[in-house]
T-cell receptor, first 115, second 114 residues
Framework: AQSVTQLGSHVSVSEGALVLLRCNYS??????LFWYVQYPNQGLQLLLK??????LVKGINGFEAEFKKSETSFHLTKPSAHMSDAAEYFC?????????????FGAGTTVTVRA | EAGVTQFPSHSVIEKGQTVTLRCDPI?????LYWYRRVMGKEIKFLLH????????ESGMPNNRFLAERTGGTYSTLKVQPAELEDSGVYFC????????????FGPGTRLTVL
């Protein structure tokens, strides 16, 4: 079975500051890992994904995440926050092997950006 | 190319009524998934179709929920009768690969049961 834990349900950052959202996973098989973003009144949009290629993954809007197997982590970062980054962010995991294809999501982290 | 679409975007119904949600996947995507988020909790898996067949329906909460995908194109999720705890956002997603590495989500349907 797979699961993720997102540390911090709310994160507040200043515009221009580093954004760091933490995600730890648990998986019985090598995982696929994803970060999704949900802007107000919109659906889920894929930011980036790790599917067993490079461990440092670059996504859209300047976000990146690093897969660290030893730490079972997949933290999301962005060097400089922009007002438009205010949204809810979800980390998710699925199995790369086995017949279990469903995504398991974390509880979400809401990011607010202060001017 | 059109993305995953869901209809309606919002639905408000009384407890005991029936509601049907619809999802149109991206054309050519054999895999279709339903998820929901209730009461600000985690987004939870409901079920997975491969074409018209149910590959995994382990997340369906009870027999008040019925999902169909006749012809392997669009899917419907019927809730009958609706209960208060069914309120939440229902997301649909589709992918071409079965492992869902390239999974696209729709905007969701917000269901409110009064």
């Amino acid at each position: 079975a797979q699961s993720v834990t997102q540390l911090g349900s709310h994160v507040s950052v200043s515009e221009g500051a580093l954004v760091l959202l933490r995600c730890n996973y648990s998986s019985s098989v090598p995982p696929y890992l994803f970060w999704y973003v949900q802007y107000p009144n919109q659906g889920l949009q894929l930011l980036l994904k790790y599917t067993s290629a490079a461990t440092l993954v670059k996504g859209i809007n300047g976000f990146e995440a690093e897969f660290k197997k030893s730490e079972t982590s997949f933290h999301l970062t962005k060097p400089s926050a922009h007002m438009s980054d205010a949204a809810e962010y979800f980390c998710a995991v699925s199995a790369s092997r086995s017949n279990d294809y469903k995504l398991s999501f974390g509880a979400g982290t809401t990011v607010t950006v202060r001017a | 190319e059109a993305g995953v679409t869901q209809f309606p975007s919002h639905s408000v119904i009384e407890k005991g009524q029936t509601v049907t949600l619809r999802c149109d996947p991206i054309s050519g995507h054999d895999n279709l998934y339903w998820y929901r988020r209730v009461m600000g909790k985690e987004i939870k898996f409901l079920l997975h179709f491969v074409k018209e067949s149910k590959q995994d329906e382990s997340g369906m909460p009870n027999n008040r929920f019925l999902a169909e995908r006749t012809g392997g194109t669009y899917s419907t999720l019927k809730v009958q009768p609706a209960e208060l705890e069914d309120s939440g956002v229902y997301f649909c997603a589709s992918s071409q690969d079965q492992r869902g590495r390239f999974r696209f989500f729709g905007p969701g349907t917000r269901l409110t049961v009064l």
